[in-house]
């Protein structure tokens, strides 16, 4: 596989509704698509998942525009390689970090690989599911609101919810949503919210039968997370703290967690989370694939990786209009009955709606 070209759209989307958590408030959405030939002319898409600002990691929309054109871009146009794992491999060796950066390279270049095998790229990633089941993400607001837009995604048949929680406004929304909802399997998602010195606040979550509790502690930690797991009846899921296959095999040794959330942005690509997924099968910890308010493009790989094996839990993988008044692929992704069907089609499975991305990009570069 030989690239010549690489060319960057940023994008700008406007949320359906703004996505509230305890860290901030997301109403615009930024975003960078990647969009590589391969000297054969196939395109293949990629996406940066990062945000604006860094509240999510350290990475943002501009950094990562910057480690693409100065430093990955002419690496990936240098190469010459079978497998984009050879890619992952190089450019981990030569760049540290910049995860999101990477993967939406890695991305791309994955779905040319599909095409050039002639399969989808479920399959090339080694998926075997037919279709995933879907779960959606439930943002913070009055009690009244969050019930409300619960129920109208448990009518639609999402088969998983996960709410935003914070000190304060933990303890009495999970218990209302319970008695409200009393077998709806749901989860909860900290986003760093709380310290070991508030263990009985997590303690008081144990009495509702959660799925799990996602990233209470710092995003950086999993030793607090190892003693606080031991405190807790309720599994603990590791999102932000799981950078790497390393740090999943650390946190999985040290009895961090029980549930592992992969994100390939977060990862550095899908080699890696394909990697991770391996790990956790091996060590009987389940995993779920997270989301990033990302476009169809995203949405689209994460509808393959979620095909593989040890994906036992519903995903934040929803339908395109959940987000989006418009998406950029066509067709959307739909849900119907709580799953999606895994695309059949060689490579990403959608094609990218040319017309509206030149309506919403802000600025495009190629190298």
């Known amino acids: 596989m030989k690239i010549k070209k690489v060319t960057l759209h940023l994008i700008g989307l406007t949320l359906v509704t703004p996505f509230v958590s305890s860290i901030g408030t997301v109403k615009e959405r930024e975003s960078i698509l990647v969009e590589i030939e391969d000297e054969d002319g196939r395109i293949g898409w990629g996406e940066v998942v990062a945000f604006s600002s ?17 430093f990955i871009a002419p690496i990936v146009l240098s190469m010459t390689f079978d ?13 540290k970090r910049n995860n999101m950066a990477k993967a939406a390279i890695e991305g791309a270049l994955w779905d040319i690989y599909a095409q050039r095998k002639g399969i989808s790229l479920a399959t090339a990633l080694g998926g075997t599911k037919k279709n995933i089941e879907s779960g959606v993400v439930v943002g913070m607001g009055s009690m009244e609101t969050v019930l409300k837009t619960i129920g109208a995604y448990v009518n639609e048949g999402y088969k998983r919810v996960k709410v935003k929680i ?28 709380y310290s070991l010195n508030l263990v009985k606040n997590l303690q008081a979550l144990d009495q509702f039968g959660l799925l ?3 990233q209470p502690l710092e995003s950086d930690d999993i030793i607090d997370h190892a003693k606080l797991q031991k405190e807790l009846q309720t599994p603990i899921c590791l999102d932000e703290s799981i950078t790497s296959y390393d740090d999943a095999r650390k946190a999985i040794e040290l009895g961090s ?5 992969i994100k390939s942005g977060r990862v550095g690509g899908l080699t890696e989370a394909v990697k991770i997924h391996d790990l956790c099968l091996n060590h009987h910890v389940p995993v779920w694939c997270g989301g990033m308010l990302e476009t169809g493009i995203s949405r689209a790989q994460n509808i393959a990786l979620a095909s593989l094996e040890n994906f ?37 499975g959608y094609k990218v709606n040319r017309q509206f991305l030149e309506q919403i990009t802000k600025s495009k570069k190629s190298f």
Request: glycine content about 4%; aromatic content about 8%.
């Open 83 to 95: 497998h984009p794992s050879q890619f992952a491999e190089e450019i981990s060796y030569k760049l």
């Open 257 to 261: 967690c029980k549930v592992i959330n």
């Open 212 to 214: 799990m509790i996602e």
């Open 166 to 193: 914070e000190p304060g406004k933990d303890l009495e929304v999970i218990k209302v949503i319970r008695q409200t909802f009393p077998h709806l399997p749901l989860m909860a998602d900290a986003n760093s919210a």
């Open 312 to 348: 036992t839990i519903p995903g934040d993988i929803s339908a395109s209009s959940r987000y989006w008044e418009q998406d950029v692929i066509i067709p959307e992704v739909q849900v119907q009955g709580g799953k999606i069907e895994v695309p059949t089609e060689i490579g990403l």
């Open 54 to 70: 860094p509240w999510y990691t350290e990475e943002t929309i501009k950094t990562c525009w910057h480690m693409i054109e100065d």
